[in-house]
Structure formats: C-alpha cells, structure tokens
C-alpha cells in the first residue's frame, strides 16, 4: 500500500509540512483502516501547520483532525469494512495520524459510523466544526433555550462553526443575530437564516458594565476574551451561552455577575473527548436538521496539496464558511508541494 500524505517535521523547532508519499509501515496501530475521502482545513489545524500553538505534539505527523471515508479493515466490533465513517477530536492530528492522508488506521472507540443520509463528502463540509455547532445547540436545548425563548447570538458567524451554526439555528426555528468583523459578508450571513447582522466591534472591546441590557435568551461562542465577556454581560436572565472557541484569546476578563444575578450558564463545549453516545446524537440530527443546499452555500473544495498555502490565509480570518479538503486530488508533480514556519 503506497499513498500521499502531508507530513509535518520539526527541525530544531522550526516546523514545514509537504506533501509525501507514505506506505503501510507509516500508519498508526489501531483496529481500523481508513481509505480517506475528505478532511477539512479548521482554525485548529492551521495553528498545528503554522506552530503558533503547541497542538502537533509527536513528529513526524500527518496533521488534520478530522477525516471521513470507508473502512477498509476492522477488528473492532460494530465497524465493519465498507462502512462510512467519521472520525474527529481524540489525539488525531496531535499524537496520532491525521486526516490528511488517503489512509488512516485509527483505534475503534474513535470511529463514528456515519448516518445513511450523510455522504463522506458532506459529513466533512460539517465536519469538525458544524459537529462543534451542533453540540453546542444541544447545550443550548438543554438549558431550555427553545425557538420561543429570544433571539440567539452566534460570534465569529462567517466562520466554519458560526456559518454552520446560523444555518442550523435558522431552520430549527431560532432567530438569529450574527456577529462578524466582515460586514461585507453580510448577504451571504443572511442566505443561511440570520435575520440581524452586527460587527464584532460591539462586542471585543473590554467590558465596561458586567451587566448590560438584556439582548440574547442564549449564544455560540467562538471568540473567547472580551467578546464572550461582553456575550455573557448581555445575555438574558436563565440565558445560556455555549463557548467552543478563543479566537480572541484564552482568559476570560470578567465577573460572576451574570451568573449568580441573572443566572446565566457558561456551557464549556469539549468536542475533542465527547463521548461515542452524544457524538452519535450530534451526527445524526445533523444529518436530520441541517439544509443541504445552505451547506453547499458553507464550503469549498481544494486538494491535499493546496493545504499549507491556505494556513495563513484562513490565521487572518479570511476564509469563509468550510473548506473540505480531498485527499484523493493530487498534483501531478509534487515537488515545492509545502510551507515551511519557524
């Protein structure tokens, strides 16, 4: 078995990624092999490729942490070959192979057998991130935030988790505000079910009150810092707030009183340890509550090659909605196909 990879080296803490051609001894012990179809470029793997965070932390790796494709052979039972499935979060891309590769082997209590009605390209235009949205709509319905609660807020909504996030809330009923630094991408937040648009300039500068009026019954979070502070300041008495990101920063500069004056929930979203059961809840009302064709309105398609090019692009928030990445779309000529980072 011969197949492409992206393989991630350090140098003496100098990091560079290309395309490499890898064979069977190159995989991971696990009971399942993966012929891979699609992964996905998230924030998260471009801060892995670019060492700006600490998240690859074995090398040489194949980054990307997610994949989707058909399984090729299983000892584990429940997984069979032919099977399609998804697998995302654990240690992929971080200690163990990732998704970009056209192979994986990957333990068994990682693999999800995607739902019938999800192809391995589409689990993947979700991927990660809309996976993320999804767990943190089901914190939100478990806090009792219903469609007849109030308007919902969605951060960071032209991104890969707000994207799916708006159009997901949008067809369960919710009224929607997103919150974007591209106001120019404001038809296209508006095509996927947001009925208000504001720029993220309300919401990042320090807070000035720990209790502002009351805008939102609930919010999806992925900016951290200032903005989920000036979130939780606005949010509705039993309000709650889902936090899965920190693309602002990592501290949380306020105070507890939106928690014990307004009752206000900060719901943590793990999505990289969540358990099988709500792993497979979430992929499957996915599967059942996302629109197709607003999720083709989310993505688009590059080959493996195209990956390390893309890095620095979607660090400075220029990417739109999902990027899929397949694997199987090699260039004819490898040679230059990387980036090196220091």
């Known amino acids: 078995m011969n197949f492409h990879g992206l393989l991630t080296v350090n140098d003496s803490g ?11 001894n ?6 399942v092999t993966i012929s891979v179809d699609y992964s996905t470029i998230n924030y998260k793997d471009a801060m892995a490729i670019s060492g700006r965070a600490v998240v690859i932390q074995s090398f040489p790796l ?53 739902p019938d009605r999800l192809s391995t390209m589409e689990a993947m235009a979700i991927g990660t991130a809309g996976y993320t ?49 591209r106001i120019e991408e404001s038809t296209y937040l508006r095509s996927l079910g947001a009925s208000k648009i504001i720029d993220r ?41 889902a936090a899965c ?26 999505s990289v340890h969540a358990p099988r059961e709500l792993r497979e809840l979430a992929w499957s009302r996915l599967a059942d509550d996302l629109d197709r064709e607003k999720l083709t309105q989310t993505m688009q398609t590059v080959g ?13 928030g220029r990417i739109r909605g999902r990027t899929v990445v397949d694997v199987n779309a090699i260039p004819r000529s490898t040679t230059g196909t990387g980036v090196v980072t220091s």
Not at 304 to 316: F, I, N, R, S
């Open 133 to 181: 949205a999804m767990l943190c709509i089901l914190a939100l319905e478990h806090g009792g935030i219903e469609p007849s609660s109030g308007t919902v807020l969605v951060t960071g909504a032209s991104g890969g988790v707000g994207s799916i996030a708006v159009a997901l809330l949008s067809r369960l009923g919710y009224r929607v505000t997103a919150s974007t630094g």
């Open 26 to 31: 190159d995989l991971m012990p696990g009971e």
């Open 62 to 114: 194949v980054p990307g942490i997610d994949l989707a494709g058909t399984v090729e052979e299983s000892s584990y039972p429940g997984i069979a070959r032919g099977d399609r499935v998804v697998v995302n979060g654990w240690e992929l891309g971080q200690t163990h192979h990732g998704g970009y590769a056209q192979f994986a082997r990957v333990p068994g209590e990682w693999v999800v057998r995607l």
């Open 14 to 24: 100098r990091l560079s990624t290309a395309l490499t051609k890898l064979d069977e």
């Open 304 to 316: 493996l090659g195209d990956v390390p090019g893309m890095v620095e692009t979607l660090l400075a």
């Open 245 to 270: 990101g920190l693309a602002q920063g990592t501290d949380l500069p306020g105070t507890v009183l939106p928690f014990i004056l307004r009752n206000v929930t900060l719901a943590g979203i793990d």
């Open 201 to 241: 300039a309300e919401l990042s500068s320090p807070a000035t009150d720990p209790l502002g009026t009351q805008r939102w019954s609930g919010a999806i979070d992925s900016v951290g810092s200032h903005t989920l502070v000036n979130v939780l300041s606005q949010t509705h008495d039993r309000g709650v707030v």
